[in-house]
């Protein structure tokens, strides 16, 4: 019964070296991220991963797309 004992309190303190590990982790992730947003240093990307420069290229480069698909959908040559 000792060494089951034994096994159980080992299993728990590794247990909770883990959980205690990760949580310490997660408080200074947290803490990263709200120096980025304070300092704006965490600039917003976009879906792709692009930043905004490239975000308004890409989106310029859409819309051209589009002009030519709706161009090509109502029959005129472009």
């Given amino acids: 019964m000792s060494q089951e004992l034994l096994i159980a309190a080992s299993a728990l303190s590794g247990l909770l070296v883990v959980a ?3 949580l310490k982790g997660w408080q200074d992730w947290l803490e990263l991220k709200s120096r ?9 990307e976009i879906e ?8 308004r290229i890409e989106i ?3 819309k051209e797309r589009i002009r030519k698909l709706e161009a090509i959908a109502s029959g005129v040559d472009l």
């Fill in 48 to 55: 792709g991963g692009a930043r905004e420069g490239a975000a």
């Fill in 60 to 62: 310029a480069d859409l």
């Fill in 20 to 22: 205690f590990t990760l």
């Fill in 36 to 44: 980025e947003l304070e300092t704006g240093h965490g600039k917003r």
